[in-house]
């Protein structure tokens, strides 16, 4: 059975960092394969969107709202993701999920989802 944690989710403000983790169990995020894992994030009244993607391999990919700010990366000895996220702003209160087995940016593709941190930030 797999199973996605996510923790580090708490209020903070404006211009102030938070360090995301995401414990996978029943999958390993180390397999080099067609498939990603992935940061999204839901606000309250928005649909669900994609914040950084990671491939088997380390490559990563951001949103052009986070990119430069966030830096998603991951341990395979833990088989843990991270998303570190610097210079918050108030736009980023949302809360996040991370996600395995998927193709890039196409959150419908994913077949296993955490239960969601909340990141409350402001001003």
């Known amino acids: 059975q797999v199973q996605l944690v996510e923790s580090g989710g708490a209020s903070v403000q404006a211009g102030g960092s938070l360090s995301l983790s995401c414990t996978v169990s029943?999958?390993?995020?180390?397999?080099?394969?067609?498939?990603?894992t992935g940061w999204f994030r839901q606000a309250p009244g928005k649909e669900r969107e994609g914040v950084a993607i990671?491939?088997?391999?380390?490559?990563?990919r951001y949103s052009d709202s986070v990119k430069d700010r966030f830096t998603a990366s991951k341990d395979n000895s833990k088989n843990t993701l991270y998303l570190q996220m610097n210079s918050l702003q108030v736009e980023d209160t949302a809360m996040y999920y991370c996600?395995?087995?998927?193709?890039?940016?196409?959150?419908?593709?994913?077949?296993?989802w955490g239960q969601g941190t909340q990141v409350t930030v402001s001003s």
């Open positions: 996600a395995a087995k998927g193709f890039g940016w196409s959150m419908s593709s994913y077949n296993y």
């Open positions: 029943g999958y390993t995020v180390s397999t080099i394969d067609a498939y990603w």
């Open positions: 990671i491939y088997g391999d380390g490559t990563t």
